[in-house]
């Protein structure tokens, strides 16, 4: 598999992951059943895999003549971005953490699109 097609791949992933538990994390602020440690453990690896995929990025982009379309590189950091912003918040409110990670999650999906769907991208 090329670095291109791996970087689509895992971006697509980055999308349907931060989807899920985002979901998975709204759903288990209203419903006890459903929160578990392995909530934390899929959005850790959610949250690093949104890394791994900036890194893909930054790597293809560097061993390849092709250029980023628009504004693709900004919608790429910004997300890893969010991604240190959720982390920094959760402490602080607690009370409110699935809230947090669930939004957070579906915000970082959203940021993952906008940057799959920019035009020649």
Do not use: C
Not at 17 to 44: E, F, I, K, P, Q
Not at 56 to 82: C, D, K, M, N, W
């Amino acid at each position: 598999m090329s670095l291109a097609a791996l970087h689509t791949v895992v971006g697509w992933v980055v999308v349907a992951a931060n989807g899920l538990v985002g979901l998975w994390a709204l759903t288990a602020h209203w419903v006890d059943a459903v929160r578990s440690r392995w909530l934390w453990w899929a959005t850790a690896a959610t949250q690093v895999l949104v890394g791994l995929q900036v890194i893909l990025g930054v790597v293809f982009q560097q061993t390849s003549e092709r250029e980023a379309p628009g504004i693709h590189e900004f919608y790429g950091f910004l997300t890893l971005i969010s991604v240190a912003i959720l982390y920094s918040y959760r402490l602080q409110i607690p009370k409110w953490r699935y809230l947090l990670y669930g939004f957070g999650g579906l915000f970082i999906m959203g940021l993952a699109l906008r940057t799959v769907f920019l035009p020649g991208g």
